[in-house]
């Protein structure tokens, strides 16, 4: 079956690091990769997607490409801020037939101090 | 509503009880997913409808657990004879059609004691 796995946290780190959490996934056929975030005491909220190989999402100066050769869908932004606090899933989806169903991966907790 | 609602947003429960747990979905949403997230986990799908119909129950563990949304609106998930595994968050999420983005609500933590 489907699965996703991403590096596990918490991360720390200052404001202004690079940050990169890995992702992997495994699946049948061509799926779409997403990756959501929670901010504290909010619900899921989508960060950006990407639909098939090679795209890359991005979205408030976080961005990954889906890598299909190498089944990976690594988060990234160059600079991050004390905002950026939060939880972070990736999460894959077979948009046909089976509706919107997401498999998630465990989260990757962020933490940006000052 | 403006986004996912999801009410009760805390409920503790005695092992044996049951309980419901309900959502209302962004008005014109087609589409309803549940998923459950066990503490350091993510979230787990459970079942899907489209309009009225389950259309994708594979994720409910077992016949204790059930949803109905029998106005193609609002959902409630049923949970029977509630055990202490069955203690996590319980998400609910809508979308406009199958395949557009699902939005989510908070979230309702069920705790089984």
């Known amino acids: 079956g489907d699965s996703v796995t991403q590096m596990e946290g918490p991360v720390t780190l200052s404001e202004e690091a690079f940050l990169t959490i890995n992702c992997t996934y495994t699946?049948?056929?061509?799926?779409?990769l997403f990756w959501y975030v929670q901010y504290p005491g909010e619900g899921l909220q989508l960060l950006l997607k990407?639909?098939?190989?090679?795209d890359k999402g991005s979205n408030k100066g976080f961005e990954a490409t889906y890598r299909k050769e190498t089944t990976s869908f690594h988060l990234e932004k160059g600079s991050v801020q004390v905002s950026d606090s939060a939880v972070y899933f990736c999460?894959?989806?077979?948009?046909?037939?089976?509706?919107?169903?997401?498999?998630f991966g465990t989260g990757t907790q962020l933490k940006v101090e000052l | 509503g403006a986004g996912v609602s999801q009410t009760p947003s805390n409920k503790v429960t005695e092992k044996g009880k049951y309980v419901e747990l309900r959502c209302d979905p962004i008005?014109?949403?087609?589409?309803l997913y549940w998923y459950r997230q066990s503490l350091g986990q993510g979230p787990e799908f459970l079942i899907y409808?489209?309009?009225?119909?389950?259309?994708?129950d594979s994720g409910l563990p077992n016949d204790r657990f059930f949803a109905v949304r029998p106005e193609g609106s609002v959902s409630t998930l049923k949970i029977q004879r509630t055990e202490r595994g069955d203690s996590a968050v319980y998400l609910c999420?809508?979308?406009?059609?199958?395949?557009?983005?699902?939005?989510f609500g908070q979230g309702t933590r069920l705790t089984v004691v």
């Open positions: 999420a809508s979308s406009l059609h199958e395949n557009t983005e699902a939005f």
């Open positions: 699946a049948t056929g061509y799926p779409s």
């Open positions: 990407a639909t098939k190989a090679d």
């Open positions: 999460a894959l989806s077979h948009l046909t037939g089976g509706g919107n169903k997401l498999t």
């Open positions: 008005s014109g949403h087609t589409a």
């Open positions: 409808f489209q309009g009225t119909g389950a259309a994708d």
